[in-house]
């Protein structure tokens, strides 16, 4: 099983940006840790600022994985061309995201992903990836 995880804006500052929402672990101290615990699973991590570039790796990753972690971030709320790119591949995607967006502003109660998304898991901290990973196996 080989999944890819992508993240979105702004997820490259995990562990310094705002610790109280997002932890004060780093996503590659947190992606090791993962890997070891389930090494049976074959797991690679792409993030980008950018928009397209997000897209593009969606594309991608669709020939090279057979399934999809994403968190768009900020972006999940915004891009339907992200969305569309979700709806546009085979391989299945589940939406994550560290906090409860359910529970935050309302601007982030709509999702651009989730209509197109295998399922969506959401407030669980980095764990929130751990249980994506799950979704996707037998472990």
Do not use: W
Request: net charge negative; charged share 20%; aromatic share 8%.
């Amino acid at each position: 099983m080989k999944i890819l995880i992508i993240n979105g804006p702004n997820l490259n500052l995990l562990g310094s940006r705002e610790p109280g929402t997002y932890g004060s672990q780093t996503f590659e101290d947190y992606f090791l840790s993962l890997k070891e615990k389930l090494p049976q699973v074959e797991l690679a991590s792409y993030q980008s600022n950018i928009e397209g570039e997000i897209i593009d790796r969606l594309h991608a990753a669709d020939k090279e994985f057979d399934g999809i972690i994403l968190n768009a971030a900020a972006y999940t709320h915004t891009s339907v061309g992200i969305g569309d790119a979700v709806k546009a591949i085979s391989k299945p995607v589940v939406e994550v995201h560290i906090s409860n967006t359910s529970a935050r502003e309302e601007f982030r109660h709509r999702s651009f992903i989730a209509p197109n998304a295998k399922g969506v898991i959401l407030g669980f901290g980095l764990q929130s990836y751990e249980l994506a990973v799950l979704s996707f196996t037998e472990v």
